[in-house]
């Protein structure tokens, strides 16, 4: 008996093949397709139950029911720089009547959210907001720092456009926050939180050793593919010039870098801090607001810092009693 054969012929090889890469391709298209789909739709979703005070924001808002007349606010160089109970003594006053607000990447939209929720607490104080390059160069897109309520005053096909595929974490990012933000808001936690320790005052208690500090300032990441043009400075710029009705004096503080860093020896830091530092002069100048441009502090040094952006303990005295000494009151 004589078994048959099967001849595999290579035309029906490469059929298959052709077929099968063409089944894969459909499947991976079906896939990204359904994918971005979902994502669309959760993107939508936040959007929904976004609400412009972030938890971070909200967990230092109850230091407002002690009615301070001096509240700093904005980012983190505000947040571990600026002791509120020191500028309280230093106005001669008593301790609540300068409160720390500020959070990580703290952005003004979200600032101007709390001051239209609680009006009153605002409306006779000096509010202090410190600013960083991040929040006006549209360059920067990294989940850590891109300001939540600018991504979300984008639509979705703009979010989409501007965050895939690189920056799909920004995205994955304002989806998480614009629910905390919505589960804090509906729990109150801004008005029935606990009162953070220190009036707000986190304190950066290591300093980071020589080799990790960046070599220039010119390269960092907070400039990268710089662009002033975008979104995020029309809309933090105006939120600014908004705050000004709604405070009793506003000034915008632009801190200082570490002093191991010379503007004068690197052109690339020195154009576009320029250029950051007119965009807010120039709003400050148009809306009534003042400007603190500090490029150094007297008594500040290199030791006091524990990165290239933030104090540690140490300098914690000595940048509140400058900043504190700046103000006109």
């Known amino acids: 008996m004589v078994r048959g054969l099967s001849i595999f012929r290579p035309e029906s090889r490469l059929r298959v093949q052709a077929a099968s890469a063409r089944w894969i391709a459909a499947a991976l298209m079906l896939t990204a397709v359904t994918w971005l789909a979902v994502l669309a739709g959760l993107l939508a979703l936040a959007g929904r139950v976004h609400d412009d005070v972030p938890v971070l924001l909200a967990i230092k808002l109850p230091l407002l029911q002690s009615r301070p007349e001096l509240i700093f606010a904005g980012e983190s160089r505000t947040v571990y720089q600026v002791d509120p109970n020191l500028a309280a003594q230093l106005i001669g006053k008593a301790p609540g009547a300068a409160v720390n607000i500020a959070y990580d990447a703290g952005e003004p939209l979200a600032l101007l959210a709390a001051m239209h929720r609680r009006p009153d607490r605002f409306l006779k104080a000096h509010v202090v907001v410190s600013v960083a390059p991040f929040l ?12 939540q309520d600018v991504a979300a005053r984008l639509g979705v096909a703009e979010q989409l456009a501007s965050f895939l595929p690189l920056r799909v974490g920004t995205l994955i ?142 300098g914690v005295p000595i940048y509140t009693r400058y900043l504190v000494s700046r103000l006109k009151r």
Not at 136 to 147: C, D, K, L, T, W
Not at 208 to 227: K, L, T, V
């Open 136 to 147: 006006f160069n549209e360059g920067v897109r990294s989940a850590a720092v891109y300001p």
């Open 173 to 314: 990012r304002f989806i998480r926050e614009a629910f905390a933000a919505r589960l804090a808001a509906d729990q109150h936690i801004a008005d029935l939180g606990a009162l953070p320790a220190g009036f707000g005052l986190r304190i950066i208690d290591r300093t980071q050793p020589d080799d990790r500090f960046p070599a220039e300032i010119g390269s960092h990441a907070h400039y990268a593919n710089w662009d002033l043009s975008g979104p995020k400075a029309g809309f933090e710029i105006g939120a600014l010039c908004e705050m000004v009705a709604l405070t009793r004096k506003l000034t915008v503080v632009v801190p200082p870098w570490a002093p191991r860093y010379d503007r004068a020896r690197d052109p690339a830091w020195r154009e576009k801090d320029d250029q950051y530092s007119a965009l807010v002069v120039d709003a400050g100048r148009r809306c009534g607001f003042d400007v603190l441009n500090i490029q150094s502090i007297p008594g500040l040094e290199q030791g006091n810092y524990a990165d290239e952006m933030h104090v540690n303990a140490s």
